[in-house]
């Protein structure tokens, strides 16, 4: 089956810790993202790829980084300068399509900092 | 700055009413707008898109959505809702200008439909 994967579905941390949220896509897909939803808010992207070895901020990129050594996988950091890390976290892949690519999305992960 | 604004955060409805959801989007030049559904416990998906052609376009589930450039507006509709159709509703845009795939997406709007 073709998709993306998301692990943990839930995820506790102590304040002060990095936790790495691991996504993985089956999809033979170029571009991926990162997406943070809070109620009321929709979704934020954190930072997205467009290719291996490359990576763009989003537009709430501080406090997160992300690798991309391969094109199936695309971790997301969440460090502790991020002040509020709580929050449930989407992982996208698309075509490139010239920004037509659908996208599609992963199961997500809660993570919940205390 | 680039945004998207849904103007309904929350919508009851009973089943066999018509649904219309506003979306919004900060300003024109090329753009590619997609509707996307997040059903209770389920993945978000695609609900219907639109790029370029008539501007009334139909999507999965019998929902349709209309774009009016004017407007800066991409509105979802269906004409006689479902129980089933229960869920958070997303309107997203990427501004063809930024040359890659990035999407902004409004707030989102949860959709309750009474049997």
């Known amino acids: 089956d073709g998709g993306i994967t998301q692990s943990p579905k839930y995820l506790f941390r102590k304040e002060g810790q990095n936790v790495t949220l691991s996504c993985e896509q089956n999809?033979?897909?170029?571009?991926m993202y990162w997406y943070r939803q809070d109620p009321g808010q929709g979704l934020r992207l954190i930072y997205y790829s467009q290719i291996v070895n490359d990576f763009q901020k989003g537009d709430i990129a501080e406090g997160y980084s992300v690798s991309r050594e391969k094109k199936e996988s695309f971790p997301l950091t969440v460090t502790s300068a991020q002040k509020n890390p709580t929050a449930f976290y989407l992982c996208?892949?698309?075509?490139?399509?010239?920004?037509?690519?659908?996208?599609?999305f992963g199961p997500g992960t809660r993570l919940t900092v205390t | 700055a680039q945004s998207v604004s849904q103007h309904n955060h929350h919508v009851i409805l009973s089943e066999a009413a018509s649904l219309e959801l506003g979306c919004n989007y900060s300003?024109?030049?090329?753009?590619?707008l997609f509707w996307y559904v997040q059903y209770p416990g389920q993945h978000l998906q695609l609900l219907l898109k639109?790029?370029?052609?008539?501007?009334l376009v139909k999507g999965i589930k019998g929902f349709e959505a209309e774009f009016i450039k004017s407007k800066f507006s991409f509105n979802l509709r269906k004409p006689s809702v479902q129980w089933s159709d229960t869920a958070e509703y997303f309107c997203?845009?990427?501004?063809?200008?930024?040359?890659?795939?990035?999407?902004?997406f409004g707030q989102g709007t949860t959709l309750q439909v009474k049997p």
């Open positions: 300003y024109g030049g090329t753009v590619n």
């Open positions: 999809l033979n897909h170029d571009a």
């Open positions: 996208a892949s698309s075509t490139w399509d010239r920004g037509r690519g659908e996208q599609y």
């Open positions: 639109y790029f370029s052609g008539d501007p």
């Open positions: 997203a845009v990427n501004w063809g200008s930024s040359n890659t795939g990035k999407l902004i």
